[in-house]
């Protein structure tokens, strides 16, 4: 499991990277449509404190710290700064997820945030469904704004 884990997880990292590369414009990484809450480079940051918190943190002993205001109020960092930052968490998980064995997915996740007795490996599922859903959100918005 920990190896199917390792490649969804890297293919749908590379995705969002090449999301964020392939907007045209820089400068719309950061723009909202109507009835668009979050930009693009809003999600891309939530995407790297989320997984950097929760897998890298929490479970790979990384040290990050993260501030989820900043991954919604922060805006302008160039296109490439954003690609490293996606390219840095994917290494993270490839890193914490070879140091793991098929059995530690069975273990308590340890911290209740995911509610109480949730395994590590609901976690892992839980946390793939949230990065796909923003992957979505920042392919829609890509194509939206790319005319």
Not at 25 to 50: P, Q
Not at 92 to 116: A, Q, R
Request: glycine share 8%; proline share 1%; aromatic share 10%.
């Amino acid at each position: 499991m920990i190896q199917a884990l390792l490649e969804v997880y890297n293919k749908h990292m590379q995705m969002t990277i090449t999301d964020i590369s392939a907007f045209t414009n820089e400068e719309d990484i950061w723009k909202t449509a109507e009835g668009i809450n979050n930009s693009a480079g809003n999600l891309a940051l939530h995407i790297v404190g989320n997984l950097n918190y929760f897998i890298g943190n929490i479970l790979g002993n990384t040290g990050y710290v993260r501030d989820r205001d900043a991954e919604f109020s922060s805006k302008g960092i160039p296109q490439q700064e954003l690609v490293n930052l996606l390219q840095a968490t994917n290494t993270m998980l490839s890193t914490t997820l070879s140091g793991l064995k098929d059995t530690d997915l069975n273990n308590v996740y340890p911290i209740d945030k995911f509610g109480e007795g949730k395994t590590v490996g609901y976690v892992f599922v839980y946390l793939l469904a949230h990065l796909d859903y923003h992957l979505g959100q920042i392919n829609y918005h890509r194509r939206l704004l790319n005319k």
